[in-house]
T-cell receptor, first 112, second 113 residues
Framework: DSGVTQTPKHLITATGQRVTLRCSPR?????VYWYQQSLDQGLQFLIQ???????AKGNILERFSAQQFPDLHSELNLSSLELGDSALYFC???????????FGPGTRLTVL | AQSVSQHNHHVILSEAASLELGCNYS??????LFWYVQYPGQHLQLLLK??????LVKGIKGFEAEFIKSKFSFNLRKPSVQWSDTAEYFC???????????FGKGTRLHILP
């Protein structure tokens, strides 16, 4: 158990819909990272927040957005969903920016 | 542009064989290097990391990696693999140029009992 929690574990939805994935970092970690893992794209870094502010952006689509709240939990919002958005979405946290990241169990999103 | 390349996409070995997984990176500044492992059905976890100092880094479960700056490489090694090492292995790099972390596409390791 890494100490990072993610909800829900599984999510099944239809194309065009919007979903929100939630992540609670390890106690004391200020950085939260979001990743998308799929068979064809591998592990893709989406976005990082540090203490409530966006710190780095990776391959995140405009249809996707995220935020980190004052209590440091984070949400990833995915809208206008497409079949290709079906993937495993991981959240990770770390103390700072360059430290070891601790990964959550992931949310498996299926878009039908 | 910064990138990480893992040349072996899928490796199959027998138990007790020696392992070396390649990782090459492209990054213009000072780097921090990581190897993560993802066991079947589980989340990623850190195997080992290099920030500075001794370029030969020892991690958990008998794994080690060597940072060779001149070759931009950070290969993962294990002298004798076990069936339980079956997993996907990811090399990753961060550095002083920006705050992004870049992962390689992963290497699926399958150990035959």
């Amino acid at each position: 158990d890494s100490g990072v929690t993610q909800t829900p574990k599984h999510l099944i939805t239809a194309t065009g819909q919007r979903v929100t994935l939630r992540c609670s970092p390890r106690s004391g970690d200020l950085s939260v990272y979001w990743y998308q893992q799929s068979l064809d794209q591998g592990l893709q870094f989406l976005i990082q927040y540090y203490n409530g502010e966006e710190r780095a952006k990776g391959n995140i689509l405009e249809r996707f957005s995220a935020q980190q709240f004052p209590d440091l939990h984070s949400e990833l919002n995915l809208s206008s969903l497409e079949l290709g958005d079906s993937a495993l979405y991981f959240c990770a946290s770390s103390e700072g920016t360059f430290n070891e990241q601790f990964f959550g169990p992931g949310t498996r999103l299926t878009v039908l | 542009a910064q990138s990480v390349s893992q040349h072996n996409h899928h490796v199959i070995l027998s138990e007790a064989a020696s392992l070396e997984l390649g990782c090459n990176y492209s990054y213009g500044g000072t780097v921090n290097l990581f190897w993560y492992v993802q066991y079947p059905g589980q989340h990623l976890q850190l195997l080992l990391k290099y920030f500075s100092g001794d370029p030969l880094v020892k991690g958990i479960k008998g794994f080690e990696a060597e940072f060779i700056k001149s070759k931009f490489s950070f290969n993962l090694r294990k002298p004798s693999v076990q069936w339980s090492d079956t997993a996907e292995y990811f090399c990753a790099v961060t550095g002083d140029r920006d705050d992004k972390i870049i992962f390689g596409k992963g290497t699926r390791l399958h150990i035959l009992p």
